[in-house]
């Protein structure tokens, strides 16, 4: 996925903790496949004020939701 997506696997590592630690707080986590990639760049900041993250964290785990989502 790393590869793929070109983003370093250390990114990818510490947004899929900040997605499965924040994001099933207020709901069920929703699936990356669920949302499609458009609808995702619109949900995040909100969804991440929300959540009460850093402005880096929503950088990564918007990273790591959408290289969930290539081909
Ligand atoms: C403080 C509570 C809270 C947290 C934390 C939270 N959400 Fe949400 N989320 C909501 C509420 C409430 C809704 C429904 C209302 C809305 O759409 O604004 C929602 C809706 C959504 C939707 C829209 C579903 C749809 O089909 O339109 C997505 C996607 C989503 N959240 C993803 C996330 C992700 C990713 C995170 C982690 C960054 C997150 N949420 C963290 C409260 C939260």
Redesign the pocket.
């Known amino acids: 996925m790393a590869a793929r997506s070109g983003v370093p696997w250390e990114s990818l590592k510490r947004g899929r903790m900040?997605?499965l630690s924040?994001?099933g707080?207020?709901?069920e986590l929703?699936p990356p496949a669920?949302?499609k990639t458009e609808?995702?760049h619109l949900?995040?900041p909100?969804?991440?004020w929300?959540?009460g993250?850093t402005q880096a964290d929503e950088a990564l785990?918007t990273r790591y939701?959408l290289a969930t989502k290539l081909p």
């Open positions: 900040v997605y924040q994001c707080r207020c709901h929703v669920g949302v609808d995702w949900v995040m909100g969804m991440c929300n959540a993250l785990v939701v």
